[in-house]
């Protein structure tokens, strides 16, 4: 409501304005939910992604991480990128994912993870901006091989550790895989214990 509609209001009817505000204030009274990462289903794989862009280093980085139902780390992969914009990178980091999943790792069950709600949508309506459009395709392309696939939204903190993994690549050259549970760095691996042992988040939306 723009605030000459406001004013008018206030000026016809003190009352009536007291009770607009009421109700707009019900409206956006924030609520607690509890955010933890979950495993997939038994033969299923789960990959998440993140891309992360540092504006004022001008660098960017994307990540992915792919964990059984056990919640043990397949591997986990992350290479420092020249991508201009966050959803770019993170559509990268997508399809990297899913392609080492299926071409690498041989997954027919995928679930793939982000926390950008944008990014989740383009791969499910196959919709995006004309730049993007050919990652978009190969993405879906990939899912469609598989015999069940799904992709879906997570509050960041359920993602916290391919953002780990995203921001690190950002900021050193070259690219990385951590295969299994061997040799990953000791932050990262904090992360994934966390995630193991079911650490729940608190989060006002």
């Known amino acids: 409501m723009q605030e000459a509609e ?59 991480a792919i964990r059984d139902h056990d919640s043990k780390l397949v ?53 995006c901006t004309a730049e993007d459009r050919l990652l978009i395709h190969e993405i879906c392309r990939l899912m469609e091989e598989c015999d069940s696939h799904q992709a879906s939204h997570v509050f960041r903190e359920a993602n916290e550790a391919v953002d780990w993994v995203a921001s690190y690549t950002a900021h050193h050259s070259g690219g990385f895989v951590w295969v299994g549970s061997g040799s990953i760095p000791g932050p990262l691996c904090s992360v994934l214990f966390s995630n193991f042992v079911d650490c729940i988040h608190i989060r006002s939306v």
């Open 75 to 127: 591997a986990a992969h992350g290479r420092r990128t020249f991508d201009s914009t966050v959803v770019c990178t993170e559509l990268r980091a997508a399809w990297e994912g899913i392609y080492y999943a299926r071409r690498t790792l041989g997954a027919d069950h995928i679930i793939l993870e982000c926390d950008s709600a944008t990014v989740v949508e383009w791969i499910q309506r196959q919709g």
């Open 6 to 64: 406001i004013t008018g209001v206030t000026k016809a009817s003190p009352k009536l304005a007291g009770d607009i505000w009421a109700l707009h204030s019900a409206h956006t009274t924030s609520r607690t939910v509890l955010i933890s990462w979950m495993p997939p289903s038994p033969g299923f794989l789960e990959v998440n992604f993140d891309g992360s862009v540092d504006d004022e280093e001008r660098c960017s980085g994307v990540g992915f």
